[in-house]
């Protein structure tokens, strides 16, 4: 049963990357049209419009330069996210250096995580924070966010927050943008997230608790 589900997957995915191809040789002919028309600058929008959609579709979530948190909680509860955010702050580090959540993909030493402004490390990195969120809204009435912040050398520090319907519709006009600090980048799509290697010392709480948004694609 597992070989079938398997060759019926691969057999959607060909067909799939067919039907993209067909329709990407059917609009470049129209655009081709257009072109010979005269309107080669209406012809270079279509391109471009079409071309970023094709490019889009099967590589959410960033892609489309969508934040990452929008895919993974929707609009309402992303703005939330970023409106209850906590401030990146500086804590001293096993040298005494100061040092602020970064991205511990990139970055895992001290060196790379020291303070030099309120979203900037020293090493022009940004400030980095992950997120969490279980909805209850339905059954209980709240939505908890939780922030996870990674500092080299300190570990892990955990803050939670709890909202209600009226904070999420509060925060309904809060901007959700790519260039924002402190980053926030959604565990729940993070691909690989639950196999980091950490030092024992370092080891991620969150780490095989969190069920991926994409089965498949994120676990």
Known sequence: ???????????????????VALVALLLLAAIAAVAAGGKIDAGRS?????????????????????????PAYGWPLARLARALA???????GPSGLPLVPVDFRYCRR???AVAAGPHLTASRRR???FTEIDDQRRSRGWVELTYWLYRPGLGWEQKS????????????????LLQDDPALVPLE??????????PASERPPWQWNIAGRYPGWSS
């Open 46 to 70: 279509l391109a471009g419009a079409i071309s970023k959609r094709i490019a889009c579709a099967p590589r959410l979530p960033d892609a489309c330069h969508h934040h990452p948190l929008v």
């Open 86 to 92: 906590p401030s990146p702050l500086a804590k001293p």
């Open 1 to 19: 049963m597992h070989n079938e589900r398997a060759s019926e997957r691969g057999s959607a995915s060909v067909e799939q990357a067919g039907l």
């Open 161 to 176: 927050r709890r909202a209600t319907e009226a904070d999420v519709e509060a925060a309904r006009n809060v901007p959700v």
């Open 110 to 112: 001290e060196s790379c």
């Open 189 to 198: 799509t993070l691909p690989g997230r639950n196999h980091y290697d950490f």
């Open 127 to 129: 400030t980095t924070t």
